[in-house]
Protein backbone atom coordinates (compact mmCIF):
# COMPACT_ATOMS: atom_id res chain seq x y z
CA UNK A 1 0.00 0.00 0.00
CA UNK A 2 2.58 1.99 0.19
CA UNK A 3 1.94 3.75 -3.19
CA UNK A 4 -1.07 4.39 -1.68
CA UNK A 5 0.16 6.21 1.25
CA UNK A 6 -1.29 10.54 1.29
CA UNK A 7 1.33 11.00 3.85
CA UNK A 8 5.29 8.72 2.58
CA UNK A 9 6.90 9.28 5.83
CA UNK A 10 4.39 7.19 7.65
CA UNK A 11 4.64 3.27 8.24
CA UNK A 12 1.20 2.34 8.03
CA UNK A 13 -0.02 -1.48 9.29
CA UNK A 14 -3.31 -3.00 7.55
CA UNK A 15 -5.26 -4.84 10.16
CA UNK A 16 -7.58 -7.69 9.91
CA UNK A 17 -11.35 -7.65 10.60
CA UNK A 18 -11.25 -9.22 14.09
CA UNK A 19 -7.99 -8.22 15.37
CA UNK A 20 -8.02 -7.88 19.29
CA UNK A 21 -5.61 -5.78 21.44
CA UNK A 22 -5.19 -5.11 25.11
CA UNK A 23 -3.97 -1.72 26.81
CA UNK A 24 -0.49 -1.85 27.73
CA UNK A 25 -0.11 1.11 29.30
CA UNK A 26 -2.33 4.56 30.21
CA UNK A 27 -2.72 7.41 27.39
CA UNK A 28 -0.04 10.04 26.67
CA UNK A 29 -1.88 13.03 26.44
CA UNK A 30 0.05 15.42 24.29
CA UNK A 31 -1.04 18.70 23.30
CA UNK A 32 -3.37 19.55 19.96
CA UNK A 33 -5.36 16.52 21.30
CA UNK A 34 -2.93 13.88 20.24
CA UNK A 35 -3.52 10.54 22.55
CA UNK A 36 -1.17 7.95 22.53
CA UNK A 37 -2.03 4.22 23.41
CA UNK A 38 0.82 1.70 23.78
CA UNK A 39 -1.33 -1.95 22.58
CA UNK A 40 -0.25 -5.80 22.90
CA UNK A 41 -2.09 -8.09 20.02
CA UNK A 42 -3.49 -10.97 21.57
CA UNK A 43 -4.76 -14.00 19.84
CA UNK A 44 -7.73 -16.15 20.86
CA UNK A 45 -5.08 -19.24 22.53
CA UNK A 46 -4.37 -16.22 24.46
CA UNK A 47 -5.71 -17.40 28.28
CA UNK A 48 -4.44 -14.68 29.99
CA UNK A 49 -6.63 -11.69 28.43
CA UNK A 50 -10.88 -10.62 29.39
CA UNK A 51 -13.17 -10.37 26.91
CA UNK A 52 -14.15 -7.09 26.16
CA UNK A 53 -17.98 -5.65 25.35
CA UNK A 54 -19.44 -2.24 24.81
CA UNK A 55 -17.32 0.69 23.52
CA UNK A 56 -14.77 2.25 25.39
CA UNK A 57 -15.42 6.02 26.71
CA UNK A 58 -12.84 8.53 26.90
CA UNK A 59 -12.18 10.30 30.37
CA UNK A 60 -13.66 14.07 30.27
Known amino acids: IFS ?3 TP ?13 EVV ?17 INDDDDDHEELSGSANPSK
Open 4 to 6: LLQ
Open 9 to 21: KEDEVILMPGTMF
Open 25 to 41: SNPLNHKGGLNIIHLKE
